[in-house]
């Protein structure tokens, strides 16, 4: 009898779990947010449509399907005690934290504070505020800084001094506006080159996977407001091209620190991806945040390079086996562009068709995820207004993956955009001439 296993997501970072698990033989029942979502539809035996952080329509989900293991997705659904809930009631596995463990992406506030008490390397210095009272001040003591809402911003709640930010009066009416929805981390800002480092932990045991570089701006040349992330790109060496192999050593090492921390200060073990977010400055590594999921675009990356049972490795994270559990990678490089609707993030056309009818076939090189696409009454594939289509090229270089992408993205008809400077050579060589610059004069 096949596993069955209930999938919590809505992205098309959730479309690339779902290949990955259908692929080890899951039979896939999935919640999912977008009503009609291609992707998940097809690769689903069930589909209940509605919103993954309805805790009590997930659970009666969950009764009717009784999963052998629960994968989520998003983070959402985890800072909404999904993972408390569905334990409480069936006693399922879950690949995924419980909501006190998911304080670690659903409060900067709380994890800046473990890394402080534990005394985790990379921490910066950092206050939270609750009002107004001391938060100028506060700015003109760390002269550059970085201002953070508390809870879940979509990947858009962060502002950078000199950035987005231009004089402190700007910067403390964007802090003023945030406070109404909790309280505020004010942080240093720190130089260098940012990457990803997402390691799987069942509670005792911690496994890294490779590191990714994500782009944030919307348009070429890192211009633009942020996005949830325009595409991304990890190395055939598993390493980034600017990156030494201490720093990924490190990196993998307070990932684990974090996850020891989190069951030391909460009693409980946690299960499931420590996604540490990082920045390589001239002084080693800092630690600009943590989330508590797999990361959207870097799932796309990762995922399809994992060698041996998928399910397996999510299993093994749920029941606390992982260190029995092997893992490893193909020696692959990638390079994921997402596909936008026009005037994405701030304005994006939304109801717009896309048409997929000339895409590559998919294989070994190239995969392709649905993100926010639905299908409508007459088969078409129907744009909602974010992050629509991850397209993914795999080769033996981080240009040689770009240019499969590339192609690939060529083919799509309809209102879009994407970056096409992401694993470029000309990019990839001012990430490794801007590190090395900063690193000389240290």
């Not at 999938?7 to 692929?23: H, N, Q, V, Y």
């Not at 609750?130 to 100028?136: A, C, N, P």
């Amino acid at each position: 009898m096949a596993t069955r296993v209930l999938l919590i997501g809505k992205d098309g970072r959730t479309d690339c779990l779902a290949e990955a698990l259908a692929a080890s033989g899951a039979e896939l029942h999935t919640v999912c947010d977008l009503a009609n979502h291609p992707g998940l539809a097809a690769k689903s035996k069930t589909v209940r449509w509605g919103r993954t952080d309805d805790v009590p329509m997930v659970v009666e989900f969950a009764r009717e399907v009784r999963p052998d293991l629960v994968v989520v997705g998003p983070e959402d659904p985890l800072a909404a005690g999904v993972v408390d809930a569905i334990q409480s009631a069936l006693g399922t596995p879950c690949f995924g934290p419980t909501r006190a463990l998911a304080q670690l992406e659903a409060s900067k506030a709380f994890t800046r504070d473990l890394l402080a008490r534990h005394r985790i390397p990379g921490s910066l210095r950092y206050r939270a505020f609750t009002s107004i009272d001391g938060v100028e001040g506060y700015m003109r003591e760390l002269g550059q800084f970085v201002v953070k809402a508390d809870g879940l911003m979509g990947g858009k709640g962060v502002k950078v001094f000199g950035e987005h930010l231009h004089t402190i009066d700007e910067s403390v009416a964007y802090t003023a506006s945030l406070l109404p929805r909790g309280q505020v981390v004010v942080e240093e800002k720190v130089e260098g080159e940012e990457f990803s480092l997402m390691s799987l932990c069942d509670g005792g045991h911690t496994v890294a996977t490779i590191p990714v570089q994500d782009h944030k701006r919307a348009f070429e040349d890192d211009r633009g407001p942020n996005t949830g992330g325009m595409g991304s790109y990890s190395g055939a060496d598993h390493r980034l091209p600017f990156l030494s192999a201490e720093d990924l050593a490190e990196a993998a090492h307070i990932n684990a620190l974090v996850g020891e921390a989190l069951r030391e200060q909460l009693g409980a073990p946690y299960r499931g991806v420590l996604y540490g977010g990082f920045m390589a400055t001239r002084d080693g590594l800092r630690v600009l945040e943590y989330n508590a999921r797999f990361g959207d675009p870097e799932t796309m990356n990762v995922v399809p390079l994992i060698e041996g049972d998928f399910l397996a490795i999510c299993m093994a994270v749920a029941t606390g086996t992982l260190a029995r559990t092997p893992m490893t990678f193909r020696k692959r490089a990638t390079v994921c562009k997402y596909v936008v609707p026009e005037g994405y993030p701030d304005d994006p056309v939304k109801n717009e068709l896309l048409d997929l009818s000339a895409m590559p076939k998919t294989g070994d090189d190239l995969r392709v995820y649905a993100a926010a696409l639905r299908t409508d009454d007459d088969g078409h594939i129907v744009m909602t207004g974010s992050r629509a289509l991850a397209v993914v090229g795999i080769a033996d270089s981080i240009p040689a993956a770009a240019d499969i992408a590339e192609e690939a993205i060529g083919s799509v008809r309809g209102r879009v955009m994407h970056r096409r400077d992401i694993g470029s050579p000309a990019l990839l060589q001012r990430r490794i001439d801007h590190l090395a610059a900063l690193r000389r004069t240290s």
